[in-house]
């Protein structure tokens, strides 16, 4: 009982609570990039340093009225939003956050599951976000939304081709589709991905970055052109949830990648003998550092990069990331084969 | 216990939303009931213990499939009267005739799962150890190669043909 209910319970509990803070920290930390890229300081009023920011913002949206325009379709209008958020916080199911820990004699593992399929759960269910868009926009029945979902969706589905082949390369690699037997090869492999399929992580983030709709592909919510995207009509609640997804969608982006592409919670160098004294770091933090570096570099790239134009946007997508991902995969498996 | 009341909820829920797939107003939730069809199915090839057909059934249907659907739906106008010359009563005898069609092999796969032989198991994929996805890639790449081939190369030859239909200067 304790072994299958409450176990899994209370690390499902734990997950969720972390993500949700990690994600209201996120849009904080956003504002500051931003702002110290810009030469201006940030929030600074609610809180040292803004640091209670997220607390006000959330309650602010909570309290504020959730209009539902005349005409919409009410079921849809509310369901988008749920069926936004729900795959991008359940695939935090089977990332890995370190080796188990021991607390109370107890040996709790740091995952909710071990599936052997977990890399494809995780494309799988991430494929169900784009309903979501596509939805919001469709149900909103206005014009804006509706051409807002379909770049968005349009451009998903473009970039989850190249995403997708880049994780068949490092299937190739690891020889398994666990999460945890992914970080295991790269231990015993003594390397990062990140060093030996530099060209696969290289297209898994910037697909990444077109997948979540972060600049320089934030195109489905390019205000001068669309007003606000898809979830124009949304207010209150719902556009939070909205909000929500989108950051936490980031945050698997960059856990994935960690996991896949940076070893997981495997200190740097690995491989490396008189490194070892860094495994005086529990394995959780070297997890946390290295997906908050990674979602560092998003805050960065939006700081930097103007928008792209849309047929640009496709012609990376399918002329440029595509066959360099399929030419990828051939030569990650014939070297396979041959060494 | 346990597992046959999971399969008889599982069961109703899918021939529930089927059932509502077929009958909603609006195509657009036409398609969310398919696609909840789907997730449906998807978990009762979990309760089978066959998770990699699970998953690609999520990531191909509910995912890739059904959102060219949502396109397609959402793109076309769908509200236009049916035009004139047809006879309304050639559909009704079409589908029953394809109902009984389906019918009749529902009734053949039965009696010959009460009748017929035990299927042989797969050579290679009885494989003692090898986990689920293993045993999908010994029966596809080993036991089953050609007729495989057979089908990837009719997929890509229909994709080409779709191209060249639609596109009419190359």
């Known amino acids: 009982m304790v072994e299958t209910v409450v176990i899994p319970l209370v690390q499902i509990v734990i997950v969720l609570f972390g993500v949700l803070t990690a994600v209201a920290y996120l849009v904080l930390l956003e504002r500051k990039v931003q702002a110290w890229v810009q030469v201006r300081l940030g929030p600074m009023r609610v809180g040292p340093h803004g640091i209670l920011q997220p607390i006000a913002d959330v309650v602010k949206l909570l309290i504020k009225e959730d209009i539902t325009p005349a005409r919409v379709d009410k079921w849809v209008f509310t369901l988008a939003p749920i069926i936004v958020l729900v795959p991008a916080l359940i695939v935090f199911a089977v990332i890995p956050f370190g080796t188990p820990a021991n607390i109370f004699g107890f040996s709790l593992p740091l995952y909710i599951s071990d599936i052997n399929v977990g890399l494809l759960y995780i494309v799988s269910v991430a494929s169900l976000g784009v309903y979501g868009i596509i939805l919001g926009g469709w149900a909103s029945n206005s014009k804006y939304p509706l051409l807002s979902s379909l770049r968005a969706s349009a451009q998903l589905i473009s970039y989850e081709v190249a995403v997708t082949m880049m994780l068949v390369s490092m299937v190739l690699m690891a020889g398994t589709l666990s999460m945890v037997g992914m970080v295991e090869a790269q231990q015993s492999q003594g390397m990062w991905y990140a060093f030996t399929q530099p060209v696969a992580f290289a297209i898994y983030f910037i697909g990444g970055l077109a997948e979540t709709n972060r600049a320089p592909f934030d195109l489905p919510e390019a205000e001068q052109e669309l007003v606000g995207g898809f979830h124009t009509e949304y207010s209150g609640i719902r556009f939070a949830l909205f909000f929500l997804a989108e950051y936490a969608n980031m945050i698997v982006v960059s856990s994935v990648a960690t996991t896949v592409f940076l070893g997981g919670w495997l200190r740097p160098f690995p491989g490396v003998e008189w490194l070892a004294f860094l495994d005086i770091v529990p394995t959780w933090v070297w997890f946390i550092v290295k997906t908050f570096g990674l979602l560092y570099l998003f805050l960065w790239i939006r700081a930097t990069l103007p928008r792209y134009r849309y047929d640009q946007l496709m012609r990376l997508g399918w002329k440029v990331f595509i066959p360099i991902a399929i030419a990828n995969v051939i030569v990650t498996a014939a070297l396979k084969v041959i060494l | ?170």
């Open chain 2, 1 to 170: 216990m346990g597992e046959a009341i999971a399969f008889y909820t599982l069961a109703a829920l899918i021939l529930g939303f089927a059932v509502l797939v077929v009958t909603a107003r609006e195509t657009v939730h036409s398609v969310l009931f398919l696609v909840a069809t789907f997730l449906f199915v998807a978990m009762l090839y979990v309760l089978q213990h066959a998770e990699f057909l699970a998953v690609i059934q999520v990531l191909v249907y509910a995912g890739g499939i059904v959102v060219l659907y949502l396109f397609v739906v959402m793109l076309a106008n769908l509200k236009s009267a049916p035009e004139a010359h047809e006879d309304p009563r050639r559909r009704d005898r079409l589908g029953i005739a394809l109902a009984g069609v389906v019918l009749a092999e529902f009734v053949a796969i039965a009696l010959y799962a009460f009748t017929g032989p035990l299927p042989a198991s797969a050579g290679a994929a009885a494989a003692v150890g090898a986990n689920n996805t293993e045993q999908v890639g010994w029966a596809l790449y080993a036991d089953y190669l050609v007729p495989f081939e057979v089908a990837s190369i009719l997929l890509l030859v229909a994709m080409l043909g779709a191209i060249v239909l639609a596109k009419r200067e190359l």
